[in-house]
């Protein structure tokens, strides 16, 4: 009715239409789902994000109350995991309001249920939580659904891509020229065909966390597969049965992604006086945090899943695999240094 969308606007009616979108009616995740993120993979990866919130608390000088907080926990898998190991940390859940910020009604439904035990509190955006308190947060894959704009360098200049309807009265990509001041930031020098995503989205999602743990004290954990630097590059994608689809093919029926502007996300956390780590790889920042000597103990532990538990260290950490693909960030109070960042003896 009002002409073609924007990708962002696309991204939004696709995933979070609250009658037809992807999240807010049928999510499919884990192995038999559309797509896998890292707790499905192995229990491992949740429990070092646990270890990471403990030194965190202990860094912050163990506060009482403090908000454990998840951002799209999924169906709930990296807060059991985390937790698992959090309750061997004398006092910390004692002092902690867990806080669960999750839009789509099915998959808090199987986050209630399988975190029944720890009395989780929902939110469907991160304002909804009470100020006042100091946070632990993580968000894993949750920046890379958020809607995101695409500008293609054209033999005269840049223009916005759009999705309209085709010939045949099928959805397609199109041009057109964009809105007064939307490509002020997009290099004048840029190739022609470049294609240059920002995520206004990203970004104030970044700042609102940066603007909270700067005001409250505290300290958010960022892991999401993206760039490490600013670059050009189509990065839109839907998938479905861990397969990439046509995006426009699959309206409403398949997840939709695309790479994280990590820098962005950074700077815009700066803004709001918030201390921003530097951007590690998955693999490192695993590595760091012990993930090798994990997966041997838990192989002691169980002989028979000795190949298994390889398996999934080597889809954790691998270069080809989710390895050097997922970055990781903390956002965090002038002062904490949040571990995973600075290489230790033996790694990277």
Not at 175 to 183: D, F, H, I, N
Request: net charge negative.
């Amino acid at each position: 009715m009002d002409g073609p969308l924007t990708v962002a606007e696309f991204m939004t009616a696709c995933l979070h239409d609250l009658r037809h979108g992807y999240y807010a009616n049928h999510p499919s995740l884990g192995p038999r789902g559309d797509f896998i993120t890292a707790p499905l993979v192995s229990q491992m990866f949740g429990e070092l994000v646990g270890a990471w919130m403990a030194e965190v608390w202990r860094q912050m000088g163990s506060p009482a109350p403090v908000q454990l907080v998840e951002l799209g926990p999924g169906d709930g898998t990296l807060m059991d995991d985390a937790l698992r190991v959090l309750r061997h940390v004398p006092g910390l859940l004692g002092a902690a309001e867990l806080w669960l910020v999750e839009p789509s009604r099915p998959l808090r439904a199987l986050q209630a249920e399988r975190l029944a035990y720890a009395r989780p509190r929902f939110a469907d955006t991160l304002a909804e939580l009470p100020p006042g308190a100091p946070l632990i947060l993580v968000a894993n894959e949750v920046f890379d659904c958020l809607p995101t704009r695409q500008f293609v360098r054209a033999p005269g200049g840049w223009a916005e891509r759009r999705i309209g309807l085709g010939a045949a009265g099928e959805l397609a990509f199109g041009l057109s020229p964009p809105p007064s001041g939307a490509a002020e930031d997009l290099p004048a020098d840029a190739y022609e065909g470049a294609v240059a995503e920002r995520s206004p989205a990203q970004a104030a999602l970044a700042a609102e966390i940066g603007a909270r743990v700067a005001e409250d004290g505290g300290a958010a954990l960022v892991v999401d597969y993206g760039r490490a630097e600013t670059g050009y590059g189509d990065t839109l994608q839907a998938l479905s049965r861990h397969a990439r689809v046509d995006p426009l093919a699959s309206a409403g029926v398949a997840d939709l992604t695309v790479h994280v502007d990590f820098p962005a996300l950074a700077e815009a956390a700066r803004v709001q006086g918030a201390a921003v780590s530097p951007v590690a790889s998955q693999r490192a920042f695993l590595r760091r945090l012990g993930v090798e000597a994990r997966a041997a103990a838990l192989a002691r532990s169980r002989p028979d899943q000795a190949e298994v538990i390889a398996r999934q260290l080597h889809r954790l950490t691998a270069p080809d695999q989710m390895g050097e693909l997922f970055k990781v960030v903390s956002i965090h109070t002038q002062g904490l240094a949040p571990p995973g960042f600075t290489p230790q003896e033996g790694t990277p």
